[in-house]
Structures are given as C-alpha cells and as structure tokens.
C-alpha cells in the first residue's frame, strides 16, 4: 500500500493568498484526521470525519479554515486568506476505524510557509 | 477535559535504557499509543496499551497502568538512530487520538 498521501510537501505563499492542502487516506480506511504541528503548540488535532462525514471540527482554529472529503479517497484543507501564524506543518492522518489498536498512520505531511 | 503531560528533553548514552514517562486525565480511554517523529518527518507507530501491564516489542517497550493515568515507554540497548520525539497519544472514546507535547530524546556517542 502507497500508505497516506499528502500534497504539496511545501508551499510558500504570502499573506492573504488562498492555500489549499490534499490528502489520499489508506484505502480501506474510514476515519481521516488534520492535524497542524508548531513547535510551540506541538501537534494538534484540527478536524476529523469519519465515513467521509465531519465529526468534529472544534480544533479548526477559525473560520478562515475550512476542511472537505467528497469522498472516501480524497480531502482538502483550505485557508483562506492565509496569514503568516498559520506557517506550520499540517499532517493528514486515516485508520479503520471501530476496531481494537486502530492505528493512525500519517502521511509525509506539507511545510507551510506563509510570508 | 483532557490533558497529557510528558517531559520535554531526555538525553542518554549509546547503549544505555532510557524510560519515557507519559501521564494523562481524560474523559474517555480506549487505548495509549507511542509514536516515533524523526526530525522533519511523519510520527510513526511504536507501541499499544489497553489493558495495565507491559508490552514487548524489541528493543522497545511500553507499561500502562490506567488507575494511576500513567504509561512509559523504555528503550534499550539505545542507538544514535533512536534520536528523535516521542509522543503518547490516548485513544479517546475510539474516535480521535489526544496527543501529548511530546518528549524530544537525544542519544549521545
């Protein structure tokens, strides 16, 4: 299995600009995570679906950010206008969920620079 | 609420065993996990506890004991390739993972 893929690995962008993350899960996998990782505020969970539904989105820092999954194989993470304190690495993240030891297994993640 | 505490830095020896603490409170448990995050890279799965008791696996192993909220993680025979972050994660209601700060190792020549 090619496991979770991310795309882009880097972007840079100035301020204000829209960016848009993606995201391949595992196939087989139902359940899907965004997380962001800053070295101050470590790894933090933004939003997860599960059976391509939104379940809980209270980690989604505002409202300039907003996440989709049209569909099993496929999610994005949209900011939008981006501003320099959103520079981090945003990782996506799926398992099989319902099942005992369920894994998360993430992907290479993208390295946000926004100037 | 939910909140997992881990030390910041550890710095040990090649060869030597290292333990990994990791203490949690929260509202809903169904599993501790240990992952590995190698500088600019993915975390990568280490080790599972549901039940209290010691894990094996390798070189790595992994205790919980859910009355005292508490787990470690102990590596042995300690390799510079072991330099890296250590996150516990707790399985929360089987629906999403709350991570801790993680614990940034360095294995010293």
């Known amino acids: 299995d090619a496991g979770v893929i991310q795309s882009p690995r880097h972007e840079v962008t100035e301020m204000g600009q829209e960016v848009t993350l993606r995201c391949k899960p595992i196939?087989?996998?139902?359940?899907l995570f965004w997380y962001r990782q800053t070295m101050m505020r470590g790894l933090e969970l933004l939003i997860y679906?599960?059976?391509?539904?939104?379940?809980?989105d209270s980690g989604m820092p505002e409202d300039r950010f907003s996440a989709k999954m049209p569909n099993a194989s496929f999610s994005t993470l949209k900011i939008q206008p981006s501003e320099p304190r959103d520079s981090a690495v945003y990782f996506c993240?799926?398992?099989?969920?319902?099942?005992?030891?369920?894994?998360?297994?993430f992907g290479a993640g993208t390295r946000l620079s926004v100037l | 609420g939910q909140n997992i505490d881990q030390p910041t830095e550890m710095t040990a020896t090649e060869g030597a065993i290292v333990q990994i603490n990791c203490t949690y409170q929260?509202?809903?448990?169904?599993?501790l996990f240990w992952y590995q995050q190698h500088a600019g890279e993915a975390p990568t799965f280490l080790s599972y506890?549901?039940?209290?008791g010691l894990e094996e696996k390798g070189r790595f192993s992994s205790f919980l004991s859910r009355s005292k909220g508490y787990s470690y993680l102990l590596l042995k025979e300690l390799q510079m390739k072991d330099s890296a972050s250590y996150l516990c994660?707790?399985?929360?209601?089987?629906?999403?993972?709350?991570f801790g700060p993680g614990t940034r190792l360095s294995v010293l020549p």
């Open positions: 993240a799926s398992r099989v969920g319902g099942i005992p030891k369920n894994i998360q297994y």
């Open positions: 196939s087989g996998h139902n359940s």
């Open positions: 679906f599960n059976n391509n539904v939104p379940i809980d």
């Open positions: 929260t509202s809903g448990f169904n599993g």
């Open positions: 506890n549901v039940l209290d």
């Open positions: 994660a707790v399985d929360n209601y089987g629906q999403n993972f709350v």
